[in-house]
C-alpha cells in the first residue's frame, strides 16, 4: 500500500481541520512509527539470539520458558532500551500533537457537532447517572490523557476529536480512509462464511466513533443498527459522524456487560478491537450478554487481534510490549483467555463457537464494491474473528 498522509483521510463534518504545520508534524509522526519498527525493531530479535538467549541459558541452564523470562531477560539490553524507548516517544508525540490539534479548534468542533445532531436521522441517547467501570474510567488507552471519558467542557467531544484522526495518523492509512477496516474485514468474514445470512438488527458494542459501525450501515441498509459505548463525548462525535456521512444509525451510551435491549433483539451482535480494553470478570459478563440479546440463529462475532496461542515465546514477547508500556492493562490477559471456553460457558454450544484468522479488508468501500461486483477481498494483514451462533 502506498504511503498516505493526513489529509488523506475520509472526510466528515466532525472532523478536525489541520493546517500546513500540524499536517507535517502529523505525517512526520506516522513516518517514524513506521521507521521505528522497520529499522529498529529487528535488532531485538538479533540481540535476543546472539547475546541475551546465550546469557540466560549459561546462568540457568535452559532457554527462557515464557514472554516473562524473555521480558526480564531483555530489559537490560540497550538496543531494547532504545527501540521501546523511540515506540513510546512516539506514541507520546502523537497524542501531544492530537491534542494541540484539537485544543485550538475544540469550541468550533463542538459547535458544528451539536448542529448536526439537532437535525440528525437515527437517534442518540446518552446517560448522564451511567457509572463507568474501573476497567474503562481509570486507564488512559494508548496514553490519550483523560483517556476515552473526560468531558471538559458541556457537550464536549474533546477524546473523540483527538482519536478519530489519531487512529488513521498512527496506522498510516492501514485502516481505511475512513479508518474502518475492522468493521469491513468482519463483514468480509461474514460473507464467507454464513454467505446467506442477512441481518435484520444489528448491535455494535463499544462502537467508540464508528469507524467500524458504519461498513455495517453501507453493507445491509435496510437493516435497524445499534451502536452502544460508555463515553458520551465518543457518542455524540460518532451520531454527529455518522449522520455527516449520511448513515441511520442509532447511539446509545450502556454498558456492554448489561444493556437495556429486551432479550433476543439481534441477528448480529459485534465489537472490533474493544475486548482487550476490557477486564477478565467484564469479559465473561459481554459474552453473557450476547448471548441473552441474540435472536435464535443469530450471530456474535468479535475482531481482535491474535491470541497468543501459536506464537513462539519471543514474538509473545514483543506482542506484550502494549500490556506494560502503552497503557493496555488488560492486553496480556485477553490474548491469554480461552474464549472457546468462555463462550461455552456462557451458554454457547461447543459445535456453534468460531474463530479464525481472517484478511484485512483497507476499505469498506472496496468491499461494497467486491461484493457488488462478486470480487475477492483485498488482503492485507489479518485480524481474528471469534464467534458464535446462537441455535435456540
Known amino acids: 500500500m502506498k504511503p498516505v498522509g493526513i489529509r488523506q483521510i475520509g472526510q466528515h463534518g466532525a472532523l478536525a481541520a489541520v493546517n500546513h504545520d500540524e499536517a507535517a508534524r502529523e505525517d512526520f509522526i506516522a513516518s517514524m512509527y513506521f521507521a521505528v519498527q522497520a529499522n529498529v525493531f529487528p535488532g531485538n530479535r538479533l540481540a535476543y539470539d546472539r547475546r541475551v538467549r546465550p546469557e540466560f541459558e549459561r546462568g540457568h541452564g535452559r532457554a527462557p520458558e515464557d514472554r516473562h523470562e524473555i521480558r526480564r531477560a531483555m530489559a537490560g539490553e540497550p538496543l531494547f532500551q532504545w527501540w521501546s524507548g523511540l515506540r513510546r516517544t512516539t506514541q507520546e508525540m502523537k497524542q501531544a500533537t492530537g491534542e494541540e490539534l484539537v485544543h485550538r479548534q475544540i469550541g468550533k468542533i463542538n459547535e458544528e457537532v451539536a448542529r448536526i445532531n439537532r437535525t440528525g436521522i437515527g437517534t442518540l441517547r446518552l446517560d448522564p447517572g451511567l457509572p463507568l467501570p474501573g476497567y474503562a474510567s481509570k486507564v488512559d488507552f494508548h496514553g490519550q490523557p483523560g483517556g476515552y471519558y473526560a468531558e471538559r467542557c458541556a457537550e464536549d467531544t474533546t477524546p473523540a476529536a483527538i482519536y478519530d484522526p489519531g487512529v488513521f495518523v498512527l496506522t498510516k492509512g492501514f485502516m481505511g480512509p475512513y479508518c474502518e477496516a475492522a468493521g469491513a474485514s468482519a463483514i468480509g468474514f461474514l460473507r464467507e462464511?454464513?454467505?446467506?445470512?442477512?441481518?435484520?438488527?444489528?448491535?455494535?458494542?463499544?462502537?467508540?466513533?464508528?469507524?467500524?459501525?458504519?461498513?455495517?450501515?453501507?453493507?445491509?441498509?435496510?437493516?435497524?443498527?445499534?451502536?452502544?459505548?460508555?463515553?458520551?463525548?465518543?457518542?455524540?462525535?460518532?451520531?454527529?459522524?455518522a449522520n455527516s456521512l449520511g448513515h441511520l444509525i442509532h447511539f446509545s451510551q450502556q454498558n456492554a456487560e448489561a444493556t437495556d435491549f429486551p432479550s433476543g433483539s439481534f441477528d448480529l451482535v459485534v465489537s472490533h478491537i474493544v475486548l482487550h480494553e476490557t477486564s477478565r470478570r467484564a469479559l465473561r459478563n459481554i459474552f453473557a450478554e450476547c448471548q441473552r440479546l441474540l435472536a435464535p440463529g443469530g450471530l456474535m462475532l468479535h475482531v481482535e487481534q491474535r491470541q497468543n496461542e501459536g506464537l513462539e515465546a519471543f514474538e509473545q514477547f514483543y506482542y506484550d510490549w502494549d500490556t506494560l508500556n502503552n497503557h493496555e492493562p488488560f492486553w496480556g490477559t485477553l490474548h491469554d483467555t480461552d474464549l472457546a471456553e468462555l463462550a461455552a460457558d456462557v451458554g454457547f454450544a461447543t459445535s456453534d463457537i468460531f474463530q479464525k484468522m481472517v484478511p484485512n479488508v483497507v476499505s469498506a468501500d472496496l468491499l461494497r464494491s467486491q461484493i457488488d461486483e462478486g470480487q475477492d477481498f483485498k488482503r492485507t494483514s489479518t485480524w481474528l474473528a471469534f464467534g458464535a451462533q446462537k441455535k435456540s
Not at 463499544?206 to 459505548?229: F, L, Q
Not at 458520551?232 to 462525535?237: D, G, I, N, S
Request: charged content about 20%; overall charge negative.
Open 193 to 241: 462464511r454464513f454467505p446467506d445470512f442477512e441481518p435484520k438488527t444489528i448491535l455494535d458494542i463499544g462502537c467508540s466513533v464508528g469507524h467500524s459501525t458504519v461498513p455495517y450501515s453501507i453493507t445491509y441498509p435496510e437493516a435497524r443498527i445499534d451502536a452502544i459505548d460508555l463515553s458520551a463525548p465518543m457518542l455524540r462525535y460518532g451520531y454527529a459522524r
